[in-house]
């Protein structure tokens, strides 16, 4: 492949843990950066090295202290809300939960499940019962009604109405797990918005990511880079 073919390129950087991952595990901008090298685009690829160091930064010098973040539960929206079975998950070292990591969340279920999944109903939950859920692929998989309609069979559970999230609103669409560069940088903001809209600005939903004017990194630059290439 090398010698006849092309650059061969191939590592699973979204999830880590799987048994058969034997083999050295990258990070999103270290797989971008041996992508960007194969097809000779080093600077672009630090072009938007830069605008991801800076939403970093940005992010960390805003953040609050550890003890005044919540503590936060990872579970998929695509669980059976009706009969109450939930996959949960800790959060993990791989690309699919880079934003949770970049914000310093404190990871509700960790030291509560054995592997990178578990699936647990209501009182399950309840026993750990954190501050906030929030629920992966919430804004990739489903619309904003087929989200509420499924968050509403939670809220009407006799079990799930107890949890401290539920009570006090604190149900949030998490971002999908395949992300590249550009999808990262939104999925972190969108994260940030809101778990902390006092810090970060108020989160409205998607239209927040395409029109508001309080952005945590700069869309003509990104677009700049795509188009231009630095």
Do not use: C
């Not at 083999?23 to 830069?50: C, G, N, P």
């Not at 590249?180 to 778990?195: D, W």
């Amino acid at each position: 492949m090398e010698r006849n073919v092309a650059p061969f390129l191939g590592n699973d950087i979204r999830r880590r843990g799987d048994d058969w991952h034997d083999y050295r595990y990258y990070s999103l901008y270290e797989a971008f950066e041996i992508v960007a090298d194969a097809f000779d685009e080093s600077e672009r690829y630090d072009a938007y090295d830069a605008v991801h160091e800076e939403l970093r930064a940005t992010i960390q010098s805003t953040l609050p202290p550890t003890a005044e973040r919540p503590t936060v539960g990872l579970i998929s929206v695509n669980s059976d809300f009706e009969n109450g079975s939930f996959w949960a998950y800790p959060i993990q070292a791989g690309n699919n939960h880079k934003q949770y990591r970049d914000l310093g969340i404190r990871d509700a279920f960790d030291g509560h499940i054995d592997g990178g999944y578990a699936n647990w109903d209501y009182e399950q939950l309840l026993s750990v019962d954190p501050d906030a859920i929030v629920f992966q692929y919430g804004l990739t998989h489903v619309s904003t009604a087929e989200f509420e309609a499924e968050i509403e069979r939670m809220r009407d559970d006799p079990v799930g109405g107890q949890l401290r999230a539920v009570q006090n609103d604190r149900l949030y669409r998490g971002g999908g797990s395949y992300q590249g560069p550009i999808v990262n940088l939104f999925q972190t903001e969108a994260t940030a918005r809101q778990f902390y809209p006092d810090a970060f600005g108020e989160w409205n939903g998607l239209d927040t990511l395409a029109s508001d004017s309080l952005t945590l990194f700069d869309r003509q630059r990104v677009a700049d880079i795509v188009t231009e290439g630095a």
